[in-house]
């Protein structure tokens, strides 16, 4: 069984959900569309990468010097606010509540979030856009591996070939949740069995990328 039909099955995420997801949101990209795959590659390649998660160790961040700053959807907004600017935002929609320009956004279709696809996209769509699924990818999506927000951009970054990977505002293991997860948190918060869940699972890929590559 797959990695994404493994997971499916662990959650009760139902697959044809991931495709409706996706075909929503290659439609959403028909307008004007322009792949940035390349730009992100050539971006990526050979510099050093600082991957921000939404831990509860985010607001212990108050600078980065690294080449490349890759936010992982919440993590956007704690970043914008200290005037740090991500070049790269991996987002499910769900966090994200500032669209900074410029930055390419690796948008991520899944059964959970096409109304976030459907009352978000305005935000971006003028934005440097790559949309992906956890299905076989078809008509302008991508697959690149990994799960949650930030484990996604950890496996980008190595895809890409980052000289460096570093991490920040990532804590899998305490059970809490940052505050900067979701724009309705007031406060860093226990994590459901869900999220502990998928903290589990970005954890392994995490690991699995820097046993392997790095
Ligand atoms: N303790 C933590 N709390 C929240 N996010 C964390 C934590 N540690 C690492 N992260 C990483 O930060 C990323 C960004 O957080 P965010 O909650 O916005 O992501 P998400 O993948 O959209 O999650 P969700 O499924 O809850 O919508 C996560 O995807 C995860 O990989
Ligand atoms: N169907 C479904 N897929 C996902 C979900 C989710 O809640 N539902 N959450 C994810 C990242 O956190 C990634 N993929
Ligand atoms: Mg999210």
Not at 178 to 204: D, R, V
Request: glycine letters at 8%.
């Amino acid at each position: 069984m797959n990695f994404y039909s493994q997971i499916r099955r662990q959650f009760g995420f139902r697959e044809e959900e991931d495709y409706y997801s996706a075909v929503l949101l290659d439609q959403l990209l028909a307008n004007n569309y322009d792949d940035y795959t390349e730009e992100l590659r050539n971006l990526i390649r050979g510099k050093t990468v600082a991957v921000v998660g939404a831990g509860p160790n985010l607001e212990q961040v108050e600078y980065l010097d690294e080449d490349v700053i890759i936010s992982s959807d919440g993590a956007t907004n704690y970043l914008v606010s200290k005037g740090i600017k991500p070049d790269v935002i991996v987002t499910d929609l769900d966090g994200i509540t500032v669209y900074p320009k410029n930055s390419i956004y690796v948008v991520l279709a899944h059964g959970n979030n096409t109304e976030y696809l459907i009352s978000k996209f305005p935000f971006i769509s003028d934005r440097k856009l790559i949309g992906t699924c956890q299905v076989f990818p078809f008509g302008r999506l991508k697959l690149f591996g990994g799960f949650t927000d930030g484990d996604r951009a950890v496996v980008l970054a190595s895809l890409f070939q980052a000289k460096a990977i570093r991490l920040y505002g990532m804590d899998f293991d305490s059970g809490i949740v940052g505050k900067y997860s979701k724009p309705y948190y007031e406060n860093n918060l226990p994590a459901s069995w869900i999220k502990k869940n998928k903290l589990k699972i970005a954890k392994h890929v995490v690991e699995e990328v820097f046993n392997k590559t790095l």
